[in-house]
């Protein structure tokens, strides 16, 4: 029976060379394939690579990213160091793009033919059945989405699955990410990691919104694409203000009454993609974490029950979709990870951990699910086993 396995370790001593010893004693059973790792930005990354790789077996692959907080079944953790290893009947392809800042495209397209080099294929005959993408980035070089055109320039079927490394530090002229793959830690870089997978397996996503009624219009943006000078007409941040009922003050995404309570969405088929606001700006403009164009129609979406539509993701959606859940790889907004400490539930938040299958994430730049940049979701990729 096809059936892949993953074991969840975590250590919070602060030491490189500790951490990585208690990390990789606490692994039993079969050698793994493919190991994930998920660290505190403030750590020694350097040395946790290099101690990592000295004690985990040479034909085991290692990618990692730097975080906001990690993830396992237990909660949501803060300065820790958390590893999944994957082991079972799968083939794994590593591929990495540099020069992130300079020229997005470019690294993906070179990220994804390295990967499949690896596997022996390319990437046009890349099989979206038996083929997967998990995907990591600088999150602060927000790039997201030129390099997803590079990764899928050859192959728009291709699910992808992922989010950008990111940093517990809240002041942007102080944030950075870093990237492991193997026994090299990067910065300015992306990396796809291609599982070629026998087994039942699914990417999904997860956000506490519904459609709120509204809709909003995007009438004018700057030469960047990525701020929005007017809304319906109107200068962007007043606008937005007006049909939330607050001050433009209150609008940056985690605020309590802002673009978190009431972030855009676009709607594919039945589904809404949330692709929020990030901030406004001095001029009145709004800064979106993803490109824009102009005359484009916006949902304005409704926060629902935070807490509970997390657990019914994972006791209810997860099951529904994937035959015998085995793991779960996760990705997790940061930014939703503020909106629960804002109102008062990022404990009962992190409590759903426990209903997921052995789960190993982090708290992420914003998200990747197919070609989509998103905000304020949990995007994950779920393994199963064939009966």
């Known amino acids: 029976m096809p059936r892949i396995q993953m074991q969840t370790v975590r ?14 004693s606490q692994l039993s059973g079969p050698t793994p394939k493919l190991v994930t790792l998920f660290a505190s930005r403030e750590r020694d990354q350097q040395a946790l690579n290099r101690a990592l790789r000295e004690r985990l077996p040479k034909g ?79 999150g602060f070089r927000h790039k997201k989405e030129e390099l997803l055109l590079g990764l899928l320039e050859r192959n728009q079927g291709l699910m992808l699955v992922g989010g950008g ?56 943006v700057d030469e960047t ?27 940056e995404l985690g605020k309590p009454r802002g673009f978190s309570l009431r ?9 809404y993609f949330l692709r929020s606001p990030w901030k406004p700006l001095e001029d009145g403009s709004i800064l979106f974490a ?15 029950d935070m807490v509970e539509s997390t657990r019914r993701f994972f006791t209810e959606e997860i099951p529904r979709r994937v035959l015998n859940p085995q793991a779960a790889l996760l990705f997790h907004c940061g930014a939703r990870m503020w909106m629960a400490q804002s109102m008062g539930v990022a404990s009962e938040l992190a409590q759903t951990l426990r209903y997921a299958p052995p789960a190993v994430g982090a708290n992420v730049q914003f998200e990747i699910y197919s070609g989509f940049n998103l905000n304020m979701t949990l995007t994950a990729l779920v393994l199963g086993a064939a009966p």
């Open 165 to 220: 490394a990111s940093d517990h530090e809240r002041d942007a002229t102080k944030q950075s990410a870093l990237l492991h793959v193997d026994g090299e830690v990067f910065a300015d870089a992306a990396w796809v990691v291609l599982l070629h997978l026998p087994a039942p397996w699914a990417v999904m996503r997860s956000h506490w919104y519904v459609p709120g009624g509204e809709r909003l219009r995007i009438t004018r």
């Open 290 to 304: 993803n490109l824009l164009t102009e005359d484009t129609e916006l949902e304005l979406m409704r926060l629902g």
């Open 225 to 251: 694409h990525t701020r929005a000078l007017e809304i319906d007409g109107q200068p962007a941040a007043r606008r937005y203000a007006e049909l939330l009922g607050v001050s433009v003050e209150e609008l």
């Open 263 to 271: 972030p855009t969405a676009v709607k594919v088929g039945r589904e």
């Open 11 to 24: 250590s919070a001593h602060p030491e490189p060379v500790a951490a990585a010893e208690e990390l990789v």
């Open 60 to 138: 085991t692959r290692l990618v990692g990213a730097t975080t906001a907080g990690e993830l396992d079944n237990q909660g949501i953790h803060s300065g820790s160091v958390v590893m999944g290893a994957l082991s079972g009947g799968f083939e794994v392809g590593v591929g990495v793009g540099v020069g992130l800042s300079r020229d997005a495209l470019t690294a993906g397209s070179q990220a994804m033919s390295r990967a499949c080099h690896e596997l022996g294929v390319n990437p046009e005959d890349l099989d979206p059945r038996r083929h997967v993408g998990i995907v990591m980035d600088d």
